[in-house]
């Protein structure tokens, strides 16, 4: 076993691993990366199947994210953002507002998608509270939500299997009904393919349990992710549904927080997911793919009627008591700049859309095996739903670890990704070149072959 991979074993802890299934094999230690491939202390290659936990966006050792980290190191790495500016943070300040467009207007910056997801909490908690909406105003969020893993994204979060444990120490958040079209109970699922079960018109019943949700009580806000909730298992909602559920949260007087720590700068397909539906939030999270992968960062866009609600004379105390050490990070911000720019380069978008047509085909032949109950996707965001049987979509039970059986056999064949409970996520790395995206796909097809056998009957 390579040193490495010894120290790891000996000293290292691992997020969401059973550490007693770590023993089984010897951990990969990555060394290094280029474009979208990845290699290991022992030399061995891999595809970044889901972009480093969706993160990366450009590619791993990109000459000008590089190039942008250096010149900054260069100048200075750190500096607190505690009453103190700077001029990367500065001036992807602007970029964002700019884009995100209206009512957002102002950024505060954090480390991660959990501490962005913590400032939205609690500038919409004490907005409501000061402009009299209510004296304890609480959260409405999706059945499925996950949010981040610090004690107040975890509140927000409704996956029994992560935030169950943790019940006791966490704030009370109501949840919404999710528009999971594959197991929607009202039975009227688009068929996701001509030789699928044929299902009625969908008539929205999901909408109006939210809208009834909403009626119960004045929430702060409700938090969704737009278009698709990540840890859920890859869900892609339908069209419509987020224009009409963003329509009631607003009609209901409560703010809407779109969580785009996954979906944001361009995964979804356009910069920010919710676009799609022409919703703008109140509060708009970002993180994961905002440095291109490159740094922790996380930011917090809101309005300018939230801002002004902390807004007072020093000794009224209405400021917003919250931040971190390395809130506005230098190096981050300034490989956020950069990525930036090749992000929304014109040709770089071309090529994005390039890639969603070749990995739409390339996922078409999967529909044919036994054992993939659904094929989705949203973009540049994939996830494909191993069942135990398709035609009833009766699930994997989580314990014959259907995913990890699939995913490692993946990993044997050079692509790696990480499952969620039953299903398999592809985000490729936006460098992905043709080839590389069929490959991922081919090890996908080859691994549930070799897992649970071919075709459907
Ligand atoms: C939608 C969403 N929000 C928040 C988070 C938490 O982000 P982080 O892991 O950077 O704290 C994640 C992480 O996967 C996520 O997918």
């Not at 802890?13 to 290094?32: A, G, N, S």
């Not at 700019?98 to 997801?117: M, N």
């Not at 109140?282 to 939230?306: E, H, I, N, R």
């Amino acid at each position: 076993m390579h040193k490495l991979a010894r120290l790891d074993r000996q000293y290292v802890w691992h997020p969401f691993t059973q550490m007693q299934d770590w023993d089984r094999r010897e951990p990969i230690v990555l060394v290094r990366g280029k474009g979208a491939v990845l290699e290991d202390a022992n030399g061995n290659k891999y595809l970044d199947g889901n972009a480093s936990i969706w993160t990366n966006l450009h590619g791993h050792n990109h000459p000008r994210l590089n190039r942008a980290i250096e010149r900054q190191l260069s100048k200075v790495a750190h500096t607190s953002a505690l009453g103190l500016a700077n001029e990367p943070a500065s001036l992807l300040a602007e970029k964002l507002v700019k884009a995100a467009g209206r009512p957002l207007r102002k950024v505060f910056y954090s480390d991660d998608g959990s501490t962005a997801l913590e400032v939205a909490l609690k500038m919409a908690f004490e907005f409501a509270r000061r402009t009299g909406r209510a004296r304890s105003p609480r959260f409405l969020s999706l059945d499925g939500a996950y949010h981040g893993d610090t004690i107040g994204a975890t509140s927000l979060g409704h996956i029994d299997l992560f935030h169950k444990t943790y019940g006791g120490l966490l704030f009370k958040t109501d949840k919404a009904m999710s528009p999971t079209c594959y197991r929607c109970p009202f039975n009227r699922a688009k068929p996701e393919r001509a030789d699928a079960r044929t299902t009625r018109k969908c008539n929205w019943e999901c909408v109006g349990k939210v809208e009834a949700q909403l009626r119960r009580r004045k929430y702060a806000a409700m938090v969704v992710e737009p278009r698709v909730q990540g840890a859920a298992g890859m869900v892609m909602h339908p069209d419509g549904w987020l224009r009409r559920v963003a329509k009631s949260v607003r009609e209901s007087g409560a703010l809407l927080i779109a969580d785009e720590v996954m979906t944001g700068f361009g995964r979804a397909g356009k910069l920010f997911a919710g676009r799609k539906e022409k919703v703008t939030p109140d509060f708009l999270c970002l993180a994961k793919g905002l440095t291109g992968g490159y740094l922790p960062m996380g930011a917090t866009l809101t309005s300018q009627s939230v801002f002004e609600a902390f807004l007072g004379e020093y000794e009224e105390f209405k400021t917003f008591f919250h931040g971190h050490s390395y809130t506005g990070n230098q190096l981050g911000a300034a490989a956020a700049l950069a990525s930036w720019e090749l992000l929304n380069q014109p040709k770089a978008k071309k090529r994005r859309k390039a890639m969603e047509n070749v990995l739409g085909r390339e996922l078409n032949s999967l529909w044919s095996l036994s054992a993939v109950g659904d094929v989705r996707r949203e973009g540049l965001v994939v996830g494909v739903e191993l069942v135990a049987d398709w035609k009833s979509r009766r699930a994997f039970p989580l314990k014959s670890q259907a995913g990890i059986r699939v995913c490692e056999a993946m990993t044997r064949r050079g692509v790696l990704t990480r499952p969620i409970g039953n299903v398999v996520p592809l985000l490729p790395p936006y460098c992905s070149t043709d080839a590389q995206l069929r490959r991922m796909v081919r090890a996908l097809r080859e691994s549930i072959v070799e897992v649970f056998g071919r075709e459907r009957v």
